[in-house]
């Protein structure tokens, strides 16, 4: 066993990255072909330098290696900023496509970072290449400020970095409605 999960990390700790779509799971994982590794309780850390940049872990995993996909269940990564824990995401279920570095997240999709911000979803792409995550389907996001009130953004649609800060200008997909509870400062 330990033979297969050397080998499986030396073959998957190159890259790891995210597909497309909104719902289920990818429609080309049901083909079979090829030859098929399963490593149970895994986990794989990305460094470079000795500078972690990211963990994944999960319950389980099988490798198809026909196509470099790597299917995984109760999915877990942390991402580091200059080696400190910064942000993780879990998620039921994903796919890594190991190709092309894109990794899709589906089924009770959770992000959080170290400053509170949360973001939940049913499903959500990672892409190593470019420390992104994004996602068409319904969100809900919730930032914790430093007056003490919390704003909750729910819509659909949104791109941010791995930290959960958005990218560039926030460009939103659909309607958007942002609702501020807490006791907010008066100046008087």
């Known amino acids: 066993m330990r033979t297969r999960i050397l080998y499986a990390c030396v073959i998957l700790i190159p890259a790891l990255i995210v597909l497309t779509g909104c719902g289920g799971e990818p429609a080309d994982w049901s083909d ?7 490593v149970a309780e895994f986990r794989l850390v990305q460094a470079e ?7 994944l872990s999960g319950d389980s995993a099988v490798y198809r290696e026909a196509d470099s996909l790597l299917f995984m269940t109760e999915v877990h990564i942390l991402f580091y900023e200059n080696d400190i824990p910064e942000s993780f995401v879990r998620s039921d279920t994903g796919v ?24 939940d979803t049913d499903l959500l ?13 319904l969100v809900t996001f919730l930032i914790p400020e430093s007056t003490g009130t919390i704003t909750t953004i729910h819509g659909r649609g949104v791109i941010m970095d791995t930290g959960l800060s958005a990218v560039g200008d926030v460009i939103v997909k659909e309607s958007f409605n942002a609702v501020t509870t807490g006791e907010l400062p008066f100046d008087e």
Do not use: K, P, Y
């Not at 079979?32 to 399963?38: A, R």
């Not at 890594?96 to 973001?119: C, F, K, P, Q, Y």
């Not at 792409?125 to 389907?137: G, H, I, R, V």
């Open 32 to 38: 079979e072909s090829g030859q098929i590794q399963t």
């Open 49 to 55: 330098s000795g500078v972690r940049e990211w963990m």
């Open 96 to 119: 890594s496509d190991l190709m092309n570095g894109e990794t899709v997240l589906w089924g009770n999709v959770h992000a959080e970072n170290i400053r509170g911000r949360t973001l």
């Open 125 to 137: 792409n990672w892409s190593d290449s470019l420390e992104t995550f994004e996602t068409d389907c």
